[in-house]
C-alpha cells in the first residue's frame, strides 16, 4: 500500500499561485504515474495533470499555459505549479499515482484550493 501526503492547498486571490506537493511513500515511485485531479461541488472528478515515468505530460485544456506539472523521483515526490489561478479552479485536489495497466492506484487525501478576492 502507497501513501500519499499532499500539501500546499490554501486560499489565494485570482491571478495569484499556488504549488502543490504530493509525496509517495515508495522508493518505486520513479515507475508510477503521477498526476492531479480536482472536484469541486457537485461535479464530478476530473483530471489536471499527470507525468509519466517516462516523463510525458498532459494537461486539461482548462489549464494548459497556466499549471506546470514536475516530479523528482529522488524525492519520490511529485509537485503542480498553478499560476494565474482563477475562482473555476476552486476545488479539492488530489495527488493520483498509479501503475497504467495494474491495480496499483493511489490516492491521496485531498487539499482544497480556493480561489476568490
Known amino acids: 500500500q502507497v501513501q500519499l501526503v499532499e500539501s500546499g492547498g490554501g486560499l489565494v486571490q485570482p491571478g495569484g499561485s499556488l504549488r502543490l506537493s504530493c509525496a509517495a511513500s515508495?522508493?518505486?515511485?520513479?515507475?508510477?504515474?503521477g498526476g492531479w485531479y480536482r472536484q469541486a461541488p457537485g461535479k464530478q472528478r476530473e483530471l489536471v495533470a499527470n507525468i509519466l515515468s517516462g516523463g510525458t505530460t498532459n494537461y486539461a485544456d482548462s489549464v494548459k499555459g497556466r499549471f506546470t506539472i514536475s516530479r523528482d523521483n529522488a524525492k519520490n515526490t511529485v509537485y503542480l505549479q498553478m499560476n494565474m489561478l482563477k475562482p473555476e479552479d476552486t476545488a479539492v485536489y488530489y495527488c493520483n499515482c498509479k501503475i497504467l495497466g495494474t491495480q496499483y492506484d493511489y490516492w491521496g487525501q485531498g487539499t482544497q484550493v480556493t480561489v476568490s478576492s
Open positions: 515508495t522508493s518505486a515511485f520513479r515507475i508510477y504515474t
